[in-house]
């Protein structure tokens, strides 16, 4: 009786084993269409001035061809200036918030990537 106790709590803790790795990320929608390097995602959008606040998940140059994918949305765009509480600057790192003229409406949540 013993034997199969232990067998039992060994087969559940195998297959708790199984369950506690990660699953892999499921893309959505408007991420399957492209497959380029995630950038960042728009934070906020600040309609009057047509400025999108980004947060950054990796570098990102002045100069750089950046695409927008989000909703019915999907455009690409050079990154001409952006700034970092109201500073120029030429380029942000990994974790930044930036702010950058986006030439559409974007909402917060859509994508960045880098073209």
Do not use: C, T, W
Request: net charge positive.
């Amino acid at each position: 009786m013993v034997k199969v106790i232990k067998k039992s709590k060994e087969k559940l803790k195998s297959s708790k084993k199984l369950k506690s790795k990660s699953k892999p990320k499921i893309l959505k929608k408007s991420e399957k269409k492209f497959a380029g390097k995630l950038l960042g995602e728009v934070s906020n959008y600040f309609e009057h001035v047509g400025v999108a606040a980004i947060k950054l998940g990796a570098e990102l140059k002045v100069g750089d061809k950046i695409k927008v994918v989000g909703g019915e949305v999907e455009f690409e765009q050079d990154v001409k200036s952006m700034q970092i509480r109201h500073e120029v600057v030429q380029k942000a790192k990994k974790g930044d918030e930036i702010g950058i003229k986006i030439k559409e409406k974007v909402r917060k949540g859509y994508k960045i990537f880098k073209v």
